[in-house]
């Protein structure tokens, strides 16, 4: 009897197991109640901007009250990051405080949560370019396709 071996070939459209195993969670994480429930994340973020920050919680305050028009105070701000404390930084605060502190990690989770990435200006003009490259290549690319295309309905 002969022992045939059958040569199992692999599309490229298809999905590994781990992909999918990836794209089930991903499915499942998605559906859970209260997966957009950043509280954590942000007061980390809030913390963690505080803690590198180059200056003191006075100077950061000094620079959003400047920023915003409004009054904050060290008070506020302790309060914004206490874990024991209900209150969290209100929503338009969060670039006042991203600038005074130097530090965009409350807003790159909020972006990550809504499936969106964020990059600082000059990163996003190299991006830019790079797209309106790819568009220039695209587009050279179905020049090329037409001046063929006519080139044999001419002959």
């Known amino acids: 009897m002969t022992n045939r071996k059958q040569k199992i070939v692999g599309k ?6 781990f992909d999918l195993l990836i794209e089930a969670r991903e499915e499942k994480a998605a559906a859970a109640p209260g997966r957009l429930n950043i ?13 590198n920050a180059p200056k003191s919680r006075e100077v950061i305050a000094e620079e959003m009250s400047e920023l915003t028009g409004e009054t904050v105070t060290v008070s506020q701000i302790n309060n ?3 874990d024991s404390h209900p209150h969290r930084m209100p929503g338009e605060m969060i670039p ?7 530090d965009n990690g409350m807003i790159e989770v909020q972006a990550e949560a809504a499936g969106v990435f964020t990059l600082p200006g000059p990163d996003a003009l190299r ?13 050279h690319r179905e020049k090329h396709k037409r001046v063929l295309l006519l080139r044999e309905i001419e002959k």
């Open 80 to 82: 914004w990051t206490a």
């Open 127 to 139: 991006a830019e370019i790079q797209k309106l490259e790819e568009q220039t290549k695209n587009l």
């Open 96 to 102: 006042a405080f991203c600038i005074a502190c130097g």
């Open 12 to 17: 490229s459209t298809q999905m590994s197991l």
């Open 39 to 51: 509280a954590v994340r942000m007061a980390q973020a809030a913390k963690g901007a505080i803690r």
